[in-house]
């Protein structure tokens, strides 16, 4: 079993900033990407970051420049600072995790619970 956990959602103004972080635990050898998604109301999911085992990352052209994605190997975390928030920003916030299994020798992705941005104007 693998868990992921998000904190950091909430209420902030047009142009103000939030910090996500998500944790994650169980039977884990190893973790490949890790990232950030999102998905408003009647919307697709969308990728907004996504970080690689190396260190690269990859934003949407609508967070570039405002965005940053952060991982800790160690403490099993990636984290995604958000600043200069707008309006359209606002959307359910999920994290996503692709890892590598202790014991079991397979990959998966797990998806954390989603966690609530608004941006009021």
């Known amino acids: 079993q693998v868990q992921l956990v998000e904190s950091g959602g909430g209420l902030v103004q047009a142009g103000g900033s939030l910090r996500l972080s998500c944790v994650a635990s169980?039977?884990?050898?190893?973790?490949?990407?890790m990232g950030w998604y999102r998905q408003a109301p009647g919307e697709q999911r969308e990728l907004v970051a996504q970080?690689?085992?190396?260190?690269?990352?990859n934003y949407a052209d609508s967070v570039k420049g405002r965005f940053v994605i952060s991982r800790d190997n160690a403490k099993k975390t990636v984290d995604l600072q958000m600043n200069s928030l707008k309006p359209e920003d606002t959307a359910v916030y999920y994290c996503?995790?692709?890892?590598?299994?202790?014991?079991?020798?397979?990959?998966?992705?797990?998806w954390g619970q989603g966690t609530q941005v608004t941006v009021s104007s």
């Open positions: 970080i690689r085992s190396s260190g690269t990352p």
């Open positions: 996503n995790v692709d890892v590598n299994r202790r014991f079991w020798g397979d990959r998966n992705v797990y």
């Open positions: 169980g039977s884990i050898y190893s973790i490949n990407a």
